[in-house]
C-alpha cells in the first residue's frame, strides 16, 4: 500500500534545541497532518495543512505543505521535556475514499 | 463530549484463543479506523469501516482478523486463534462523514494486547 517516508526515524536532542523532520511521498495528497503520540497514549492531531505551500504554527510548532504536494516538514522550537514522543506525518485526499495514510514516525528524546 | 472509546484497554490471552476489541467513535462520526502498532514501530492501517460497510480491508490478515461496524454499537476487531505475533496494540480513529472530514482522525487511547 501507500507508504509515506519519514526521516530521521529517531533523533536525540538537548533540551532547548530545535527540531526538524520531514516526510515524502511518491503520490500527491491535498492534506498533510503532524500527530504526536505521547508514550502509551493514543496518536494526537498538532497541526493540519490543507494547501500547497502553507505554512502554519502552534505554539512552538510549524509545519509546512510543500508546494509539490509531495512532502512536508515540522519543526519544533526551543524543545522542552514534554516533547517527547513519537511524532507521525499523514497524508490525506478528500472526496472520495478517504483514507489516511501514515508515515512511521519520528521518535523524539530529549535530555534536560 | 466523549472521546474515541475503547476497550479493554488491556487484554491478555493464551494462543489459540480470541480477542474482541470495542471502540466506540466520537459522537456523529461514522467513519472508523483501526491500525496496528508494534512495540516500537509506526501505525499500520488495517481497516476502513463506515456503518455496516468494510470499504478498505486492504491492511487486515486474510486470515484470523476480522472486523465490522454494525448499525448499533461499537465496531469491533475480532483476532480468532491469536498467536504470539498479534501481541500489540491496536488503535482505533474515527472521524465525521462527507464533507466534514478533513483527513482529521480521533484517536482512542488503544487496546494492548498480550498473547502469552
Known amino acids: 500500500g501507500q507508504q509515506l517516508n519519514q526521516s530521521p526515524q529517531s533523533m536525540f536532542i538537548q533540551e532547548g534545541e530545535d527540531v526538524s523532520m520531514n516526510c515524502t511521498s511518491s503520490?500527491?495528497?491535498?492534506?498533510w497532518l503532524w500527530y504526536k503520540q505521547d508514550p502509551g497514549e493514543g496518536p494526537v492531531l498538532l497541526i493540519a495543512l490543507y494547501k500547497a505551500g502553507e505554512l502554519t504554527s502552534n505554539g512552538r510548532l510549524t509545519a509546512q505543505f510543500g508546494i509539490t504536494r509531495k512532502d512536508s516538514f515540522l519543526n519544533i522550537s526551543a524543545s522542552i521535556p514534554s516533547d517527547v514522543g513519537i511524532y507521525f506525518c499523514a497524508g490525506f485526499n478528500s472526496g472520495g475514499y478517504q483514507k489516511v495514510t501514515f508515515g512511521i514516525g519520528t521518535k523524539l528524546q530529549v535530555i534536560p | 463530549n466523549a472521546g474515541v472509546m475503547q476497550n479493554p484497554r488491556h487484554l491478555v490471552r493464551r494462543r489459540g484463543q480470541e480477542a474482541r476489541l470495542r471502540c466506540s467513535p466520537m459522537k456523529g462520526h461514522s467513519h472508523v479506523y483501526w491500525y496496528r502498532q508494534l512495540p516500537e514501530e509506526g501505525l499500520k492501517f488495517m481497516v476502513y469501516l463506515q456503518k455496516e460497510n468494510i470499504i478498505d480491508e486492504s491492511g487486515m490478515p486474510k486470515e484470523r482478523f476480522s472486523a465490522e461496524f454494525p448499525k448499533e454499537g461499537p465496531s469491533i476487531l475480532r483476532i480468532q486463534q491469536v498467536v504470539r505475533g498479534d501481541s500489540a496494540a491496536y488503535f482505533c480513529?474515527?472521524?465525521?462523514?462527507?464533507?466534514?472530514?478533513?483527513?482529521?482522525?480521533?484517536f482512542g487511547e488503544g487496546s494492548r494486547l498480550t498473547v502469552l
Open positions: 503520490s500527491i495528497f491535498n492534506t
Open positions: 480513529a474515527s472521524s465525521p462523514p462527507g464533507l466534514a472530514s478533513t483527513g482529521e482522525l480521533f
